[in-house]
Structure formats: structure tokens, C-alpha cells
């Protein structure tokens, strides 16, 4: 396992955990961070592959490293190496941030999503998805207080979120999205170049939010778009998740700012 760290610089004490890993911009916003609060430490991408977490997290709380992100597909090997989580992590099922020094557990997740929901007077909330992501969304709309449905390809999955959350299962192959107006994709449908089975209405529109990133827009942002709705891509929660692991671990404001910059947000 040592050789996991071959090549990493000696001054890391911070790391994104996951698989793949390549592609994920918390290195970009937590270095900035660290910088900008003239902190010690460098924050690195570390390709753990499944199976491995506990073994990974385990050697660098030995090697006195300070916090970590968990990301996808370690976020609950991650809740089971902690000896202690917090109550979103419990609720979520789900950990993101370690904090190395108690062994501590959190879901930044779930509040971080919460942080970037508009103000919506009849919220009508959609959910894509009942997978692992789509719980951390569950989780914040139940939080907000807002009335949600969820949709998912295997609809057993939809039904047990939605139990779980006290949201509405929406039972159909297909979706129209027009009865409502804030739709959360979480599935990896776009990852895989594949099309999400929604139907969107030819008039008015609300907000498309999807939780991934990339250089482009997903396909289920493009046709938001292109039926006039706002849409918004994953940048604006991994921000804030982003900065509430950064104020976990060091205690200090997170510079939302400089890390923002960073993302083109
Ligand atoms: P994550 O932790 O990222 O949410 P996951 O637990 O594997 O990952 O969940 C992936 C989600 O994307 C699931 O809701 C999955 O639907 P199923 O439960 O039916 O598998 C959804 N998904 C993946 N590919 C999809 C596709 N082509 N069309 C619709 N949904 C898809």
C-alpha cells in the first residue's frame, strides 16, 4: 500500500480518495484554499481502487496526514473506517470528508447541495436517480423542507428512497418533467453517453440542476437548455461541499471566493 504514495510530494497532508480520479477539481479549489490562508500542506489526488479505502485511510492517519474527500465508489467503505460520523454522514449513509486526527466522518454532501438551492416559493422538486448521490440530494430537499418525487430506471430503488426521505416515487418509464420546477439529475446516464428518457415542456421552465461537471455541458443540461430552462452543472456543490471540509479541517473560513475563481464559477 506504501507504494500508493511513491511519487507523492512529502509535504501532502490533504487528498481526494477516489476511483477514477483524474478528473475531479478538488485538488484545484483546496490548494487554492490552502494558499490563500498561507497554510502548510499540499492537497493531492490519490487513485484508491475499491475495496482499498480502509487500508489507504488507515496509513495516512498513521503518516499524521490531515483531512481527506472521499469520493466515488468509496463513500461508504469511508463511512465504515470511521470511528465516529456525524449526523448527516449517519443519515446519508455516506462519508466525503475525513478528519484524520478522531478518525471523524462528515457528509459535506448533503449541506453543501443544500447551500446552492435557490429560494422557491411552491417548490415542486424532481429527483433522477436513486443511487448513492441521489441520496445526499434526498437529504437536502427533506432538510429544506420541500416536497420532492423521485424517478429512477429500476423503480424499486426510486420507491425505497423515497420511503427512506419521505418523498413520492414517480412510478412511469418516462418522465415529464413540465409538473414540476426544479429537476436534480444524479444518474450516470451522461457519463455513459447515454439519454435520460424526459420529456420537457415547450413552455415556461424552471431550474435543471445536475450534480456532475465537466468541459461541457451533460446532455440532460444541453436539452434543459434548449427548452429554456436554467440550468446549472455540479461546480456550485462541489464548491460548497468543498469549502465545508476545508472549515472542517482547519477551522477557518473557507475562501469561497478564490476557490470559486478557480471553477469559472
Ligand atoms: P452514484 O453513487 O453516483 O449515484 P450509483 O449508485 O451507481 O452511483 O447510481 C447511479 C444512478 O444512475 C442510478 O440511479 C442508476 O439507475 P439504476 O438504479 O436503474 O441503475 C442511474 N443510471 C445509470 N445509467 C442510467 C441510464 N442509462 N438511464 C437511466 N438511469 C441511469
Redesign the pocket.
Known amino acids: 500500500m506504501k507504494n500508493l504514495l511513491r511519487g507523492v510530494s512529502p509535504s501532502a497532508r490533504y487528498a481526494v480518495l477516489g476511483d477514477p480520479i483524474g478528473h475531479s477539481l478538488s485538488p484545484k479549489i483546496q490548494q487554492a484554499a490552502l494558499r490563500a490562508c498561507g497554510l502548510p500542506g499540499e492537497y493531492v489526488p490519490l487513485r484508491v481502487p475499491s475495496g482499498s479505502c480502509g487500508e489507504v485511510l488507515s496509513l495516512l492517519a498513521e503518516q499524521g496526514w490531515i483531512g481527506a474527500n472521499i469520493t ?2 468509496l463513500k461508504t467503505e469511508a463511512l465504515e473506517w470511521c470511528q465516529d460520523c456525524s449526523v448527516e454522514a449517519r443519515e446519508i449513509g455516506a462519508v466525503n470528508t475525513v478528519l484524520f486526527a478522531d478518525r471523524r466522518g462528515l457528509n459535506t454532501d448533503g449541506p453543501g447541495f443544500l447551500r446552492t438551492l435557490p429560494d422557491l416559493t411552491a417548490p415542486r422538486a424532481l429527483i ?7 441520496r445526499a440530494v434526498a437529504w437536502a430537499l427533506r432538510q429544506r423542507g420541500w416536497p420532492f418525487f423521485i424517478w ?3 423503480p424499486s ?1 426510486a420507491e425505497q428512497l423515497a420511503e427512506e426521505f419521505g418523498g413520492q416515487m414517480l412510478p412511469t418509464p418516462e418522465v415529464d418533467v413540465g409538473d414540476f420546477n426544479l429537476v436534480v439529475n ?4 451522461g457519463l ?1 453517453g ?1 439519454a ?1 428518457p424526459v420529456h420537457w415542456p415547450t413552455k415556461g421552465g424552471g431550474l435543471a440542476l445536475d450534480i456532475s461537471y465537466g468541459r461541457e455541458l451533460s446532455p440532460f443540461l444541453r436539452s434543459a437548455a434548449a427548452f429554456s430552462w436554467s440550468v446549472q452543472d455540479g461546480r456550485a456543490m462541489l464548491l460548497e461541499q468543498g469549502a465545508l471540509a476545508f472549515e472542517a479541517w482547519t477551522g477557518l473560513p473557507a475562501p469561497r471566493e478564490v476557490m470559486a475563481r478557480e471553477i469559472e464559477i
Open positions: 466515488v465508489p433522477l436517480g436513486a443511487g448513492g448521490a441521489a429512477n430506471r429500476s430503488r444524479t444518474t450516470s446516464a455513459h447515454q435520460l
